[in-house]
């Protein structure tokens, strides 16, 4: 037991550190020439030095600084926060979906982890307080936000564990989150929407009328989109479906059809709702869907 | 109702349908499993889809399947029963009299195979599938149509009659086969009976007159199987004729044979046909004819005499494809001097003043090996105890009148190739000549012409001409000739509807010579006295030669005269001169055969066999008793006697053939099917099976489109 849980552990922290590796590489990239926030407050946590200059708080020097280089510098504190986001991430069977044909792209559920490392971790670098909930059918897992930098492996730490199982029922989960949400922040939902619920659009209306701004990320593998399979197959579901047996040549056209009228409903309602919806394929770089973040952020910060 | 196959063996087919079976189940082994995330928008689009039209792979294979079955079906030649079957293969018992036509022309030839072996097989083929409670019986169909196999149930006794059968070289008789067949059918208590009649349909076997008694009271079920129906050359030709005639008016001896060859084709004509003559057993001459479509050419050949051999030969055509009418036999015995019968009707006892005084010393001066002409006086009174045929030529000098019977007597030797010459004179009966001699005189006597005293006499009017008699007298014998002087003759009138010459007239211009064909014989008229009483041409040098060419030109050789040119089965007339004598005859196959006969006659019926039968004649009867079963031999002492031919009778060479319809008419009564193969015809029959190839191919062809159009969808 304790050999498996430490396998597990190796391998969980394995994953963790492949997340943080990438949403790192991904975000000092992004942020390379974009900006940080200028802002520095009065909170406890130490941002930067500042050299001495007459009229600061001589209670800010630092005094070892001055031993050590003989300078005058004044430390200065972060200014905390207001943002609170927090992330939902859909854990259901149908994020578990892998193409066969992975070839350099990453699975939807890797996909999806490493937007939401990489979100957090952006979040978390901007001194924003970041939280993952984790649903499928239900809520799985929660994480409630901090802005600490250490939160940041908890959160990698949840990523890493989730397995995607269960049928979505993005309805419940979202009417569970609701309780939990702060009256402002932000909410980051992180889905592939491959659900026969027909009152999405009402939670999400929801959540817009607690006051909170609303990111939906569609998420699906390029095979969704495409369906290229060829030959004879029988399709089993992820979720709770039946498997069926097609030949994937008869339906391609109409399952295309499908799947964009799927992203379309929901880029419409999203519109309507004033929600911001962003589609990403697995075969779409995952820098695209950060700098759309980023650029969000920048006008949410002339506010 | 029965279901049956024709060839059950092709039903194995059925296990073909393991291929597309087989396909199936590899290609769905084949099938791939992938885990999805949106199944139910796969389900959704699966409804949405166009493409919903894609055929079931099962349907598919089942219509392969259904395809292969029915295909295979099809060739297994189903046969579906209805009614009250009289299908042989079924366990009800039926009796069978085939009819087999073994004439010649069922010698035809087609792929290296005779229509007669193709019968044979079928026949064996149809006994091979009846049940065990069936009966058959055999009857040839050749004249005279014979029983071969009586009612037996055991089928191996068709074989082995049959198995080394030929056609025979006689013509074909259907309707005695019929009645023949009826007959036996009468003598079995089968309620199922059948005839069927195995042949190449040639119309000349179907003779109303042997179908008149049968026509009103046959309803049986009759199988024409036609074993003609197959690609087959054609007969191209026959020798139709031969005729031999030894020519005695030249020095030379010479044997003249004439060849009739007929051309068979009614459309299309014969060029270069070669045809060749064989003399005891060697090739003598070669002639190619060019003869048009439907007719006939006649070819002489002549042939010199060696010595006075009897003469057996044939003339034969390049081979086609019926053997048998392509050669004819003869043969002929010649003769080596000219029989001649004088009947003096004027004898006197004072020889010189006989009738015949003059004429035979001018035919015979000194011995008949000068002359080759021997000549018989005979009185009026002896005349018929002369046997006509031993003779030539029969004079009659200045007759009276005949023995009772005797006109049709000379009619029937003139018509067989006898020769006659009548002689005139002052016992001449007009009135007898006039109403009894019209078969062979071809004019009536008018009155007799006298001179008047102290007048010039008649005298023949002599002009050179070409007439075969007379184109040898020159100048000097021609002039000799008109000295003779003439002072009585008959006058003639012609009767109607006769054809006759006159080589020689008076100077009168009146007929002195009159010349007609009768048959293949010839008569002469000769208008005045055959001795001094009426002229003196007796006494004249030119008389000799004058009279001894009439002679030999008109006289045929005595073989020709006798009947001994026979067609298959004709019987042979023979007269022997002593009930002493004992007759052997050797067929053409070498056969040594003693008729009987019945007060010094012969008739021989055994004429099955064309070729040259030769005639033996022993004077002594043998007083050595033969063994019991041991083959006749011929006596030391036997005497050849001549020889006969039989040949085929070329009635049975037209490949015309009998309509569907004119049987028909032949039984309206009965029930007749028409068909190539026996064995499909029994299923067919009326109230029958009904064949369900086609429908079966029909509905094999369907299932192949429609599995051809579905994939070609996909």
């Known amino acids: 037991m304790k050999k498996k849980a430490l396998e597990l552990n190796l391998e969980t922290l394995s994953r963790i550190a492949s997340l943080n590796i990438r949403a790192t590489k991904l975000v000092e990239g992004l942020l390379s020439g974009h900006h940080r926030s200028k802002h520095t407050g009065s909170s406890i946590e130490f941002a930067d030095y500042k050299d001495y200059s007459p009229g600061d708080e001589i209670k800010h020097i630092d005094w070892k600084m001055l031993a050590k280089t003989d300078k005058h510098q004044i430390k200065q504190f972060e200014q905390s926060s207001n943002l609170k986001a927090t992330i939902l991430l859909d854990a259901s069977g149908s994020m578990g979906y892998e193409s066969p044909n992975l070839k350099n792209n990453m699975s939807k559920m890797d996909y999806a982890r490493t937007l939401v490392a990489s979100l957090s971790y952006l979040l978390l670098k901007q001194f924003d307080a970041v939280g993952i909930s984790i649903?499928?059918?239900?809520?799985?897992?929660?994480?409630?936000?901090?802005?600490?930098?250490?939160?940041?492996?908890?959160?990698?730490?949840?990523?890493?564990?989730?397995?995607?199982?269960?049928?979505?029922?993005?309805?419940?989960?979202?009417?569970?989150?609701?309780?939990?949400?702060?009256?402002?922040?932000?909410?980051?939902?992180?889905?592939?929407?491959?659900?026969?619920?027909?009152?999405?659009?009402?939670?999400?209306?929801?959540?817009?009328?607690?006051?909170?701004?609303?990111?939906?990320?569609?998420?699906?593998?390029?095979?969704?989109?495409?369906?290229?399979?060829?030959?004879?197959?029988?399709?089993?579901?992820?979720?709770?479906?039946?498997?069926?047996?097609?030949?994937?040549?008869?339906?391609?056209?109409?399952?295309?059809?499908?799947?964009?009228?799927l992203i379309e409903y929901y880029r419409s309602h999203c519109t309507k709702l004033g929600i911001d919806y962003k589609f990403l394929q697995t075969s779409t770089p995952l820098e695209q869907g950060l700098l759309y973040y980023l650029l969000q952020r920048k006008n949410l910060g002339k506010h | 109702m029965n279901f049956n196959f024709l060839s059950p063996l092709y039903l194995l087919g059925i296990l073909g349908i393991a291929a597309p079976v087989l396909i199936h189940l590899m290609a769905r082994r084949q099938k791939k499993y992938q885990s999805f995330s949106a199944i139910f928008l796969l389900l959704q689009s699966k409804n949405r889809s166009i493409k919903q039209s894609k055929p079931n792979k099962r349907f598919l294979l089942f219509i392969r399947c259904l395809g292969i079955i029915l295909l295979s079906l099809a060739i297994a030649s189903p046969i579906l029963s209805l009614g009250d079957s009289t299908n042989l293969s079924n366990d009800s018992s039926t009796a069978i009299v085939f009819i087999l036509d073994d004439s010649y022309s069922m010698a035809t030839q087609t792929n290296q195979n005779s229509y007669y072996n193709r019968a044979v097989k079928l026949l064996l083929g149809v006994i091979h599938s009846l049940s065990a409670k069936s009966t058959y019986s055999i009857v040839l169909a050749s004249s005279p149509s014979r029983v071969l196999l009586s009612w037996t149930a055991n089928p191996?006794?068709?074989?082995?009659?049959?198995?080394?059968?030929?056609?025979?070289?006689?013509?074909?008789?259907?309707?005695?086969?019929?009645?023949?067949?009826?007959?036996?059918?009468?003598?079995?208590?089968?309620?199922?009976?059948?005839?069927?009649?195995?042949?190449?349909?040639?119309?000349?076997?179907?003779?109303?007159?042997?179908?008149?008694s049968i026509k009103e009271i046959t309803s049986n079920t009759f199988n024409i199987v036609d074993v003609s129906k197959v690609p087959r050359e054609i007969n191209k030709a026959a020798i139709k004729h031969t005729e031999i005639q030894q020519e005695f008016l030249n020095s030379s001896r010479v044997i003249k044979v004439k060849v009739i060859t007929a051309n068979l084709s009614q459309s299309k004509p014969i060029n270069d046909l070669k045809v060749t003559l064989w003399i005891n057993g060697k090739k003598q001459t070669e002639r190619t004819l060019d003869i048009p479509s439907n007719s006939s050419i006649e070819k002489e050949f002549s042939i010199s005499l060696q010595n006075n051999n009897s003469i057996n030969g044939e003339a034969r055509i390049e081979n086609d494809s019926l053997l048998n009418d392509n050669i004819r036999f003869f043969s002929y015995q010649p003769d080596p001097t000219i029989k001649t019968l004088l009947v003096d009707g004027d004898p006197n006892t004072i020889e010189h003043q006989s009738e015949t005084f003059y004429l035979e010393r001018a035919l015979n001066p000194f011995t008949s090996s000068l002359s080759n002409i021997q000549p018989t006086v005979s009185t009026l009174t002896e005349f018929s105890r002369h046997n006509l045929f031993d003779y030539s030529v029969i004079i009659l000098c200045n007759i009276n009148n005949l023995p009772l019977g005797y006109e049709q007597e000379l009619e029937k030797f003139v018509l067989r190739g006898g020769a006659i010459f009548i002689s005139l004179g002052n016992r001449v009966d007009a009135k007898f000549y006039n109403e009894k001699l019209g078969n062979i005189l071809p004019v009536f006597l008018k009155s007799v012409y006298q001179v008047v005293t102290n007048n010039e006499p008649f005298r023949l009017l002599i002009k050179p001409s070409k007439h075969p008699v007379l184109k040898i007298f020159k100048k000097q014998i021609l002039e000799e000739m008109k000295s003779a002087e003439f002072h009585s003759f008959y006058s003639v009138v012609a009767r109607e509807n006769t054809k006759f010459t006159t080589p020689i007239v008076f100077n009168n211009e009146f007929p002195a010579m009159i010349e007609s064909n009768i048959g293949k014989g010839k008569v002469v008229l000769y208008a005045s006295s055959i001795d001094r009483d009426w002229n003196n041409f007796p006494i004249q040098p030119t008389f000799l030669p004058w009279i001894q060419r009439w002679v030999k030109y008109s006289a045929r050789g005595l073989d020709s005269l006798t009947h001994k040119d026979l067609l298959v089965g004709q019987p042979f007339n023979w007269k022997l001169f002593s009930t002493n004598n004992k007759a052997y005859i050797v067929t053409p196959e070498g056969k040594i055969i003693i008729p009987p006969s019945v007060d010094g006659e012969i008739i021989f019926k055994d004429t099955y066999t064309p070729g040259i039968y030769q005639l033996f004649r022993s004077t002594r009867v043998s007083n050595i008793k033969s063994k019991p079963f041991s083959p006749p031999r011929l006596p030391s002492n036997a005497e050849p006697a001549g020889a006969f031919t039989v040949n085929v009778d070329l009635t049975e060479s037209s490949s015309i053939k009998i309509t569907d319809e004119a049987i028909n008419n032949l039984m309206p009564k009965a029930n007749?099917?028409?068909?190539?193969?026996?064995?499909?015809?029994?299923?067919?029959?009326?109230?029958?099976?009904?064949?369900?190839?086609?429908?079966?191919?029909?509905?094999?062809?369907?299932?192949?489109?429609?599995?051809g159009w579905l994939v070609r969808k996909e």
């Open chain 1, 135 to 261: 649903f499928n059918k239900t809520l799985i897992r929660h994480v409630p936000p901090r802005s600490k930098p250490s939160h940041f492996k908890h959160i990698l730490h949840e990523l890493a564990v989730v397995s995607p199982n269960g049928i979505t029922k993005l309805e419940d989960a979202i009417e569970c989150m609701v309780e939990r949400l702060p009256s402002r922040g932000i909410i980051i939902l992180v889905s592939d929407f491959l659900t026969k619920e027909t009152g999405i659009e009402k939670k999400l209306k929801l959540l817009v009328s607690r006051g909170l701004e609303v990111i939906l990320f569609h998420v699906l593998d390029s095979d969704e989109v495409s369906f290229p399979f060829k030959g004879d197959v029988v399709f089993e579901s992820l979720e709770d479906d039946s498997s069926i047996e097609l030949d994937p040549e008869d339906i391609r056209e109409t399952y295309q059809r499908s799947i964009q009228d």
């Open chain 2, 672 to 707: 007749i099917i028409f068909s190539s193969d026996p064995q499909k015809s029994i299923l067919e029959s009326r109230n029958e099976g009904i064949s369900l190839f086609r429908y079966c191919m029909m509905l094999a062809g369907a299932m192949l489109l429609l599995e």
């Open chain 2, 156 to 212: 191996d006794k068709a074989k082995n009659i049959l198995k080394s059968s030929l056609p025979t070289s006689r013509t074909t008789d259907i309707g005695n086969a019929i009645k023949k067949s009826l007959v036996l059918l009468e003598e079995v208590q089968q309620i199922n009976k059948l005839i069927y009649i195995l042949t190449d349909r040639d119309k000349n076997g179907w003779d109303e007159t042997a179908f008149s």
